[in-house]
Every structure is written in C-alpha cells, then in structure tokens.
T-cell receptor, first 111, second 113 residues
Framework: DQQVKQNSPSLSVQEGRISILNCDYT??????FLWYKKYPAEGPTFLIS?????DKNEDGRFTVFLNKSAKHLSLHIVPSQPGDSAVYFC??????????FGTGTRLKVLA | DGGITQSPKYLFRKEGQNVTLSCEQN?????MYWYRQDPGQGLRLIYY???????QKGDIAEGYSVSREKKESFPLTVTSAQKNPTAFYLC????????????FGQGTRLTVV
C-alpha cells in the first residue's frame, strides 16, 4: 500500500513559469513532510520541508503548501529554471525514523 | 567536509554471490538508512538503524542484512536470497529528534549478471 503518492510521473514547464508538483498521503500520523531533488545516478538532495503545524513554508524560489484535511502537499517553484530539471520526490515521516517516499515526478523546464 | 560516502559507485557481481555495500558518515548522525531505487518505484526502505547495535527492517528487507557496530558505519549485504538485486542503492543518515531531514550518499549501482 503506497502511503505517499505522486500521481504525475512527469511535468514540463516553460522557463520562467511556475512549476507545481503534487503529493498525496494516506497516513494521518505523518507530521513532517520533505521534498528532495534527484539527478540520475546521484543521491537525492534535500530541498525544503514543512511540519504539520504549518500550512506553508517558503525558501527562495521554493514554497511548500500543506493541506492536512485533504492529506495533500505541493511544491511550487517560481520562476522555473532549466537547472530545476530533475526528479522530485516527496517524503513523509511520523517521527519513527522512517522516511516514506513517493515515486517521484520528473520535471523538465524548457528553455 | 562532512558527508555520507558510499562505495563503490558501480558494482558487478555474479548471481548467487553475496555482496556488501559500504556506507560511512562523518556527520555524527545517530540514525542511518538503506533505500533501494528501481525505475518507477521511488525509494523503498530496506533497513534503518536509530542507534549503534540496533536496526529494524523496512518495507523490503527480505534478502538483505545489515550491521551497525559503529556510529559512522552501516554496511548492507545483499545476499543470494534477494531475488532481484540489480538496483540503485542509497544510504542516508539523520540526527535524532523530530523534524529533521535525511542526508543521502551518492548511491551504488549494483548489477548482478
């Protein structure tokens, strides 16, 4: 049973526009959510996170939104740049040292 | 430079052989993890360890074994019992406590022929 889902395997966006990546989860015990960026044959790098007591967290061009009632989070990248092209994973944890990852969304930013 | 080192980056083994993947961290993190990535399946948790000499099975532990004799090291052995061992393996670590992120190594691509 997939507890963290990323239903869009891929997304293409024009440079300068907004990229919106979505993630849904089923476990209401999750209290911390993270986004990672990954290039092929490399380890994921941490981007941004949000705890369940917040509904928004911003860091530069990256903003994460959390809707607990819908069990949904999204990552907004504004403006999108070609260097943002990568696979993005959302992850969730409930303080048990287990980070559960989604299947990833491949973002392609077109110049 | 602090970080997580996985070695080797590429590993080839014959079917039926056990193989051990190395993971070392100098971040002074208590917790360490092993994930496996397959195309279209995201990252799946194999084993994790919160402290030295203790570890727990993740979602896909069958055919794998680990040890945690030192805080800095968390080697993963892929045994001959693992039916589909060819994959990209990722090691990670994190501090203890709530609301912390995991840091990843660069991964090891294991190919069994």
């Amino acid at each position: 049973d997939q507890q963290v889902k990323q239903n869009s395997p891929s997304l293409s966006v024009q440079e300068g526009r907004i990229s919106i990546l979505n993630c849904d989860y089923t476990n209401s015990m999750f209290d911390y959510f993270l986004w990672y960026k990954k290039y092929p044959a490399e380890g994921p790098t941490f981007l941004i996170s949000i705890s369940s007591i917040k509904d928004k967290n911003e860091d530069g061009r990256f903003t994460v939104f959390l809707n607990k009632s819908a069990k949904h989070l999204s990552l907004h990248i504004v403006p999108s740049q070609p260097g943002d092209s990568a696979v993005y994973f959302c992850a969730a944890t409930s303080g048990t040292y287990k980070y559960i990852f989604g299947t990833g969304t491949r973002l392609k930013v077109l110049a | 430079d602090g970080g997580i080192t996985q070695s080797p980056k590429y590993l080839f083994r014959k079917e039926g052989q056990n193989v051990t993947l190395s993971c070392e961290q100098n971040l002074n993190h208590d917790a360490m993890y092993w994930y496996r990535q397959d195309p279209g399946q995201g990252l799946r948790l194999i084993y994790y360890s919160q402290i030295v000499n203790d570890f727990q099975k993740g979602d896909i532990a069958e055919g794998y074994s680990v040890s945690r004799e030192k805080k800095e090291s968390f080697p993963l052995t892929v045994t001959s019992a693992q039916k589909n061992p060819t994959a990209f393996y990722l090691c990670a670590s994190s501090t203890s406590g709530d609301f912390t992120e995991a840091f990843f190594g660069q991964g090891t691509r294991l190919t069994v022929v």
